[in-house]
């Protein structure tokens, strides 16, 4: 596996598929984040590839406690009085690494991890390209015995409890659904809130991976926004 990975980008699809076989997970609002965990340390990387292990110490600190060759996606967040402060993670992401300590210690960073990219058993390794179940059951393995900072995204397979999850989630900071199944790899339903790409009309983008394997990746369905 090369590094820096390229995480999956937004393209236009129509509709959000529905029917058997999809399962549901809420979109927290933070920052996307590679989590590599090496046998000597951890690295962190944004979308766009950049090291950014030093803005978030306190998650590359908590990283150590996976096992060497762990490959984790996520969402870098931060919460502030019960609900998740995007302007905080934008500011620690944007920050000198000397401000970013200084807000690190201020509002310590959680991390959501939905995927895993890399197992750290030989014999398994590279997941990209197997199915969202198989990859839910690794996820789940790796993080059962750490809690917080690093915590696997809630999912379920209830189209309703998704549904509660996207009205009554939007005051913690939720931004949609996403929604993993067998046809395509994740979808995302957003909320109306902030986006750097969302106006005053409804948007939908569907976001196709980089390592050319089936399934396709995620796609976002995005409810009418403004932008702020």
């Known amino acids: 596996m090369e590094?820096?990975?390229?995480?999956?980008?937004?393209?236009?699809?129509?509709?959000?598929?529905?029917?058997?076989?999809?399962?549901?997970?809420?979109?927290?609002?933070?920052?996307?984040?590679?989590?590599?965990?090496?046998?000597?340390?951890v690295f962190l990387y944004a979308r766009s590839g950049r090291v950014v292990t030093q803005h978030w110490m306190d998650l590359a600190v908590a990283g150590m406690e996976l096992r060497p060759g762990?490959?984790?996606?996520?969402?870098a967040v931060i919460w502030r009085d019960g609900r998740m402060d995007f302007a905080a993670a934008q500011s620690r992401a944007a920050s000198s690494v000397t401000r970013a300590r200084a807000l690190t210690a201020r509002h310590?960073?959680?991390y959501v991890?939905?995927?895993?990219?890399?197992?750290?058993?030989?014999?398994?390794?590279?997941?990209r390209s197997r199915p969202y179940m198989e990859r839910r059951a690794y996820l789940?393995?790796?993080?059962?015995?750490?809690?917080?900072?690093?915590?696997?995204?809630?999912?379920?397979?209830?189209?309703?409890?998704?549904?509660?999850?996207?009205?009554?989630l939007q005051e913690q900071g939720i931004e949609g659904i996403l929604q993993p199944g067998f046809g395509?790899?994740?979808?995302?339903?957003?909320?109306?809130?902030?986006?750097s790409t969302c106006h005053d009309r409804p948007v939908t983008v569907f976001v196709a991976p980089?390592?050319?394997?089936?399934?396709?990746g995620p796609v976002w369905l995005c409810a009418p926004c403004r932008s702020r």
């Open 108 to 110: 310590p960073a959680a």
């Open 3 to 41: 590094f820096p990975i390229k995480v999956a980008l937004a393209q236009a699809v129509p509709t959000l598929p529905d029917g058997p076989g999809w399962w549901y997970e809420p979109k927290f609002d933070g920052h996307r984040t590679v989590l590599r965990r090496t046998d000597d340390t």
């Open 184 to 195: 395509v790899d994740r979808l995302t339903t957003m909320l109306p809130g902030r986006s």
């Open 140 to 168: 789940l393995e790796l993080l059962a015995d750490l809690g917080p900072p690093i915590q696997p995204v809630p999912a379920t397979d209830d189209r309703e409890v998704a549904l509660h999850w996207y009205e009554a």
């Open 113 to 127: 991890c939905w995927d895993v990219l890399q197992h750290p058993d030989p014999a398994i390794k590279d997941l």
């Open 70 to 75: 762990t490959v984790l996606d996520g969402e």
């Open 210 to 216: 980089q390592w050319g394997a089936w399934p396709p």
